[in-house]
């Protein structure tokens, strides 16, 4: 998000709660493979599919061998940085190996509200802002060390400490008593973190309201133990970071290949029961040869198929297609200001190259989603429309009326905000008449990455806009994300990917205290109604549902950004695995995940 602060970051930066997909298995049941494989979905007549059609959860309902070993590929065109913890990582191809051996004191239900049967239970006051947080007894790090309420206190410490270099603090960390005048300096502690006892935290939030229990309190400890004595600004460069990362999870590391794979072993201590699998090797895998390593086995399953390529492999004979709507969309950004890091808050440039947004709504309408959609990625991306997505039904407005494909609409727009082409080139210029090039960034990726980025150029120039990529070529995706940050001055507009986590609540994308609000813009009705979604007025979901109308409007009206596709997640999981599941509802955890067979089935 940085699938997450890079792509797809939000599932970091609003706390990316993403469920792990997991399960239990049934000891009565046969070996054997129902004929309700998900990859027999068929794509309609136009050679679309509808993610609706398929299944969430494996059919394979055999017994898990003893001694399985599982492979799990992340698809990626770049390494793993190698940040391996949930405090400290960007970077989403990070998120699924820590997700192995780490996980939330929390398990949250098919909503994505905190529930009492994870590693720990909370209670909340009649004012909607005291939670008491109490970790259950047999929670212990895989060093041996019980995980504490000192160790969940330190973490709040750590991401609050001015000196911490992540992408964390944020919104939800300031709605803490007592955390700013901790992160500027002012105070010594955190006064609304209380420790009662060994297993048992008390936060005191300045807030309540129902983002609490959906992400806005911070699920993951950092052991005490281990970090206590550490300068927090070296924490994340740490070898307990890099080289010997420590969880609560399944299963351990066991050995890093740096930046290609990792891998892991069964924790027998793990506080739910003993894991399925002996053996978890997490790698790497080109999107370029995911499809090779699918079909010889040489992984069980991959995090995310590329959907570009699941046309020509619809029906691989050795896997299952599982898919669900995703927790994300696409967009093109705009750079409208800078971050000011001493300030903690967005300053937005009146004179930014980008400013108008009558520019930016002509770009909106010059492009065709709807056929980006189904001619990159057969339907299983769709023309997006508002800020708050479809994984939130309750939310999602889908009657708001955006800006759809009408490029004479474009021409209008421009035309009539000065916009033209005074030199007869075909090409406008700015209100000034002063040349006119939009510098354009785009990330390096899948076989898509290309033609599309040139589609996009190739729609705005049938404007009359003149948009050339960045360095004159894509970029590849850890430097596109830290040039992004830093708010590199190449860049005029970006084409980025958003994971919003499990938490409606758009704040840690766009509020302007947050660091990953990467247009660089906010005013005052922004705040406003992100303030008012995330209120204890708030917990009446049709008071929450009018607040995030009118939001979902502004962002129209503004457009900081415009999403471009909604999208769906396609999982292909080999016919030996079992107990693995997308669906947030099911009783399944990865530590259930298990095999049938000693060796992966191959493609026939």
């Known amino acids: 998000m940085r699938k997450t602060s890079k792509w797809l970051l939000s599932l970091m930066l609003v706390l990316l709660l993403a469920l792990a997909a997991c399960g239990g298995g049934d000891d009565n049941k046969s070996d054997k493979k129902s004929d309700n494989k998900a990859s027999e979905n068929k794509a309609s007549e136009d050679g679309t599919f509808n993610i609706e059609d398929f ?16 492979t799990y590929g992340v698809v990626s065109d770049t390494v793993f940085e190698g940040t391996f913890n949930f405090n400290f990582y960007q970077a989403a191809p990070d998120y699924e190996v820590i997700a192995w051996f780490d996980e939330p004191l929390f398990d949250n239900d098919e909503n994505y509200a905190y529930t009492q049967t994870g590693a720990a239970t909370w209670e909340v006051d009649d004012s909607g802002k005291v939670y008491t947080l109490k970790i259950k007894d047999g929670v212990n790090w895989q060093d041996g060390e019980p995980v504490t309420a000192e160790d969940w206190a330190f973490a709040y410490e750590v991401i609050g400490n001015k000196a911490y270099k992540g992408i964390r603090y944020g919104s939800d960390f300031e709605n803490v008593v007592g955390m700013k005048e901790y992160h500027e300096g002012k105070a010594d502690s955190i006064s609304g973190i209380k420790v009662m006892d060994e297993k048992t935290l008390q936060i005191t939030f300045q807030e309540g309201g129902p983002s609490l229990i959906t992400g ?35 299963y351990k590391v066991e050995s890093i290949v740096p930046g290609e794979s990792v891998t892991l072993v069964k924790n027998e201590n793990y506080w739910r029961g003993e894991p399925a699998l002996e053996k978890v090797t997490v790698k790497v895998v080109s999107p370029s040869t995911v499809v090779q390593e699918l079909k010889t086995g040489g992984v069980d399953m991959v995090d995310s198929f590329p959907t570009d390529q699941f046309v020509d492999n619809a029906n691989m004979s050795n896997v299952e297609f599982l898919g669900q709507v995703e927790n994300s969309y696409t967009y093109i950004g705009f750079k409208l200001g800078k971050w000011d890091a001493k300030k903690g808050e967005v300053v937005v ?11 930016r709504r002509a770009m909106w309408y010059a492009v065709d989603n709807d056929a980006v959609g189904k001619k990159f990625y057969n339907g299983l ?7 708050i997505i479809p994984f939130f039904p309750e939310y999602h407005n889908p009657d708001i009326e955006t800006p759809t494909f009408d490029p004479e609409k474009a021409k209008q727009i421009l035309d009539e905000a000065g916009y033209k082409d005074v030199d007869g080139d075909g090409l406008r210029e700015n209100p000034k008449g002063e040349e006119l090039v939009i510098n354009f ?13 040139q589609y996009y150029i190739q729609s705005w120039k049938n404007v009359g806009l003149n948009v050339q990529l960045v360095d004159g070529r894509l970029i590849e995706f850890n430097t596109f994300y830290d040039r992004l940050e830093a708010d590199d001055p190449a860049y005029d507009i970006y084409q980025g990917a958003w994971g919003t986590g499990t938490d409606v609540n758009p704040s840690g994308i766009f509020a ?37 109308d009118q939001w979902q409007q502004l962002m129209v009206d503004n457009i900081p950004l415009f999403p471009t ?40």
């Open 55 to 70: 299944s969430m959860t494996t059919s394979n309902d055999g017994k898990p061998i003893e001694n399985g070993n599982l």
């Open 216 to 250: 806005g309190i911070w699920p993951y400890a950092l052991p005490k133990h281990i970090f206590g004595d550490m300068d927090i600004a070296k924490m994340a460069e740490s070898d307990v970071v890099r080289k010997n990362p420590i969880g609560i999870g399944p």
């Open 349 to 359: 440039d009146p004179n930014a190259k980008m400013a108008d947004v009558n520019l």
């Open 381 to 387: 991306r769709w023309n997006a429309t508002t800020l």
């Open 441 to 453: 960034a785009s990330m390096s990726g899948g076989d898509t990455a290309e033609p599309l980025a």
């Open 512 to 548: 302007g205290n947050s660091s990953a609000n990467y247009p660089r813009w906010t005013n005052e009705e922004n705040e406003k109604l992100l303030k008012d979604g995330a209120s204890m007025k708030a917990m009446d979901p049709a008071y929450r549902k009018e607040v995030y």
């Open 565 to 604: 596709l909604y999208r769906a997640v396609i999982v292909p999981v080999n016919d030996r695995v079992v107990n693995f599941t997308l669906d947030p509802a099911s009783d399944l955890r990865r530590y259930q995940i298990g095999v049938t067979a000693e060796k992966p089935a191959v493609e026939k």
